[in-house]
């Protein structure tokens, strides 16, 4: 089967009433371009999986994870699981907008975009459970990531196929695409899109998730300065409490040649804890060092991504 354009990924948990109107504005949607819809469902336990197993749709495949995973690893299993040249991802709520895809894939195709994201410019979210806490997370994102998007947690977004499948999404890092994208060194923009309000179901989000932004952008932070250099983290700070851990004892060693006593004192816990955290640090540094050297080697990977070369007058893309 010749490769589609482009891969309409949709992520779903629970979501039986909102199948076949959503899969019916994807068909009319993208009349016209040469497409596929790829389902994933994240453990529903009500419907949803026996709906879509139901419907007569020549371009629908349905992945159905074994239980509950998480989105990002439904969005994960439903990008792997996707053949286009290109690759659609929005949520199966009915809130976002199967119309702004086209759109969407033409900027990427015209103006050279690896990611196009999508901004709920007018958003129909409740204000204090949806909008508060959705600004909390993309001002925190925004400023500690520092990719200035107004609106990370659109689920509406076009990608080329092959950043897509490199994007690594595990846990809850699905709302940091546009930060694992900017990782990556893709060339990223974002539009304004529809948004509509939920007609059935529930919302699965709240408040919580702003807790989890936090915790997870620690991680993504780490990845942006340290991934590829671990011992420069753990090293460094390995090294600056044993420099603090060896002042402090000799300070305390010249008191004792002084006639001091300095048993039980403070200090000396201080020092000496001070020594074995020291010393800690930089044994984790050494070892996630060797695991950064064996990710890269065992798999023939290197820590860089060339976008082309150039020969002579001729300019060649190079596939990742």
């Not at 109107?21 to 453990?43: F, H, K, R, S, W």
């Not at 349905?62 to 286009?84: C, F, H, P, T, W």
């Not at 997370?137 to 990370?152: H, M, P, Q, S, T």
Request: proline share 4%.
């Amino acid at each position: 089967m010749a490769q589609p354009k482009i891969s309409v990924v949709v992520t779903v948990y629970n979501e039986e009433e909102n199948i076949h109107p959503l899969v019916e504005q994807i068909t009319t949607a993208m009349e016209g371009i040469d497409y596929e819809i790829v389902y994933a469902d994240d453990g529903s336990t009500d419907q949803t999986v026996p709906v879509l197993h139901g419907m007569d749709h020549p371009r629908l495949r349905v992945v159905e994870l074994k239980r509950n995973y998480g989105q990002s690893s439904a969005l994960m299993a439903g990008i792997d699981y996707a053949n286009g040249e290109y690759i659609a991802t929005m949520d199966g709520d009915l809130q976002n907008d199967p119309s702004d895809i086209p759109r969407m894939l033409k900027l990427a195709e015209n103006e050279g975009y690896d990611m196009v994201a999508g901004n709920r410019a007018n958003r129909q979210d409740g204000m204090f459970l949806r909008k508060i806490p959705s600004r909390i997370a993309n001002y925190i994102i925004r400023e500690a990531g520092g990719v200035k998007l107004k609106d990370y947690g659109c689920a509406l977004r076009v990608m080329k196929a092959d950043l897509a499948k490199d994007l690594g999404l595990y846990g809850e890092l699905h709302r940091f695409i546009p930060l694992l994208a900017h990782f990556e060194g893709a060339r990223y923009t974002q539009i304004d899109v529809k948004h509509h309000a939920r007609k059935f179901g529930k919302s699965k989000y709240g408040l919580n998730r702003t807790f989890k932004v936090v915790s997870d952008l620690l991680l993504m932070l780490f990845f942006k300065t340290y991934m590829r250099r671990p011992m420069h983290l753990f090293g460094n700070t390995g090294l600056f409490l044993l420099a603090g851990g060896a002042l402090i004892n000799l300070y305390l060693l010249v008191l004792k040649i002084l006639g001091n006593d300095i048993w039980g004192r403070p200090l000396l816990i201080l020092g000496v804890l001070l020594l074995i955290g020291g010393i800690q640090f930089v044994t984790i540094g050494i070892i996630v060092e060797m695991q950064m050297r064996t990710y890269y080697e065992s798999q023939a990977k290197r820590p860089y991504r060339v976008r082309s070369v150039k020969n002579g007058s001729a300019i060649e893309e190079v596939p990742s």
